[in-house]
């Protein structure tokens, strides 16, 4: 019968330096002639056959000519980093599949270890990452965590150029304070150097992008706009829905399960939920006005002209102000009012992507929602970057993963 082992507690692994090679200035790498020796230490390694691995190493002292004595460069090791380069390599690199938590219990180490970790992997990136070239980004705010204070709201930069989507940044709060933050850590080249800007109609945003970004041309993008219409349709029927529920129980039945498909694109909606939405534009519901809106609204998209386009926000809105649909008029005051930034889409010449914002949004919410046990902002702006900013890694002499 087979006996299974007792697993041992760790391995160590004692390393020597080669007699007839020097050691070597920690600060400028050139060989200088031996001090003395420390006490040893242990770096955490990549565990071997699941068993913690540890290099045990007595570091040298060198006198550098220049630099004094000083702790010899340990090549496995950076800075007083209690774990060694390549384990901090494999277990940032797991930590992009697994949540935080999980990736320390299944590698044995602690959550901060994951934590330095990815720090350090991200750190490492964002100085060695190239930001010539951007020509677009994208300034969103986001949402995270339970609340609608201030705190609760993220603002981020990214780059929507075709070849290449990524998160540049991410800062606390939506305020103008933070956007001038953004654009300043990006730096003035790349502002300079920006053709478009895209971003929601949030006031704070324009301000900062006209004044920091006036030469790029800022667009009103269309994510931002159909997601406004889609609230407004559903503000409607959830107001619609609670009047008749008043009313009668068996008329409020025709609003039920229409939520999804009264937000989906009208071509999209098929089978029985297509039946029941047919049944409802029949009426002349609120709901059903409001929806026809949404839709006829699509055709904005379609223009090539920015004349015929203006034309048709202008129809619109006076079709959307005279509905008696309160937000539906809401929506229809507010594009009014950003009109030449709505109609800059057309100005950029299909150059901007409209789902680029949408796709990377969806991508943060799944980095913020899923649990990666962050414990601080800080944690969770780390595995932001780590996820979405498609980094740069630390060269490795070999990858574990
Ligand atoms: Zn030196």
Redesign the pocket.
């Known amino acids: 019968m087979h006996c299974p082992q007792e697993q041992p507690e760790s391995i160590e692994i004692l390393v020597e330096p080669h007699g007839g090679i020097r050691g070597r200035?920690s600060?400028?790498r050139?060989p200088?002639p031996g001090y003395d020796r420390l006490p040893p230490r242990r770096w955490l390694f990549v565990p071997l056959w699941n068993v913690p691995t540890y290099f045990c190493y007595a570091p040298r002292r060198v006198e550098?000519p220049?630099?004094g004595v000083?702790v010899e460069h340990i090549p496995w090791s950076e800075g007083k980093r209690p774990v060694t380069c390549a384990m901090m390599g494999f277990l940032a690199r797991w930590a992009r599949r697994l949540s935080w938590r999980e990736t320390a219990r299944s590698f044995q180490t602690s959550w901060e270890a994951v934590y330095r970790s990815v720090e350090w992997f991200v750190e490492w990136g964002l100085a060695h990452r190239q930001l010539s070239g951007v020509a677009s980004i994208g300034v969103d705010e986001i949402h995270w965590g339970h609340g609608l204070r201030a705190d609760n709201f993220l603002t981020v930069i990214y780059q929507i150029d075709q070849d290449c989507r990524r998160l540049l940044w991410v800062g606390r709060r939506r305020t103008q304070a933070t956007l001038r933050r953004g654009l300043k850590a990006l730096g003035p080249e790349v502002v300079r150097g920006l053709r478009f800007v895209c971003s929601d109609m949030w006031k704070p945003y324009l301000q900062v992008i006209a004044a920091r970004a006036g030469h790029a041309l800022h667009v009103l993008d269309r994510f931002h706009i159909t997601s406004h219409l889609n609230q407004a349709v559903d503000q409607v029927r959830r107001a619609e829905s609670t009047r008749l529920r008043a009313k009668s129980k068996e008329s409020a039945q025709r609003l039920k399960h229409l939520r999804w498909p009264l937000l989906r694109r009208g071509s999209r909606v098929r089978g029985r939920a297509r039946q029941k939405l047919n049944a409802l534009l029949g009426s002349k519901m609120a709901t059903a006005r409001a929806w026809d809106l949404k839709e006829t609204f699509f055709h904005f998209w379609n223009y090539k002209s920015v004349i015929w386009a203006g034309a048709f926000l202008d129809y619109w809105c006076f079709r959307a102000m005279r509905s008696r649909l309160e937000p539906m008029k809401k929506v229809a005051r507010m594009l009014r009012s950003h009109e030449p930034l709505i109609l800059n889409w057309f100005r950029a010449k299909g150059e901007i992507s409209s789902g680029a914002v949408e796709g990377l949004n969806n991508k943060i919410r799944v980095v913020t929602r899923r649990s990666y046990g962050f414990r601080t902002y800080k944690a969770m702006e780390m595995a932001l970057y780590h996820n979405l900013g498609r980094l740069p890694e630390p060269e490795s002499t070999h990858r574990f993963c």
Request: charged share 20%.
């Open positions: 200035c600060h400028c050139k200088a550098c220049e630099h000083v």
